[in-house]
């Protein structure tokens, strides 16, 4: 029996959804402040606004999902944009997440199940 504490997170760049320990009744989302609304707004403004408070508000959401990945050994980072990749490397530049195991995986869109699915065999592996 594995004692490590696993986490599968499927993910773009609006929402996160956070499997823990492959049990899909511990699962729970995070999603992103940065609506289409503000960016439409934003980018009414100014295109560097827009810009700017993208970056400021996609490093807030990151961060959300930082604060729950510490508390786990191995991460599994899943899904169809490259958002899980820009995760990936903000987590590198800390060292908070040095003994953390983490995997990234391309994914297409999924159901809620299908993600339940995909972590639960990748941890099996």
């Not at 707004?41 to 961060?63: I, P, V």
């Not at 899980?84 to 003994?99: C, G, S």
């Amino acid at each position: 029996m594995n004692s490590k504490k696993t986490l599968g997170i499927w993910m773009d760049h609006a929402i996160a959804n956070l499997i823990e320990d492959t049990d899909l009744r511990k699962s729970h989302h995070i999603e992103s402040t940065f609506t289409h609304t503000q960016k439409v707004d934003a980018l009414q403004r100014s295109e560097n606004l827009m810009h700017n408070k993208e970056q400021q508000l996609q490093e807030a959401y990151y961060q959300e999902i930082a604060d729950q990945i510490v508390k786990y050994d191995h991460v599994l980072l899943f899904g169809p944009t490259n958002a899980r990749v820009e995760l990936h490397n903000y987590l590198n530049k800390d060292l908070h997440f040095k003994d953390i195991t983490i995997d990234t995986e391309a994914a297409e869109q999924m159901t809620v199940n299908e993600q339940f699915v995909f972590v639960k065999r990748h941890f099996e592996e």
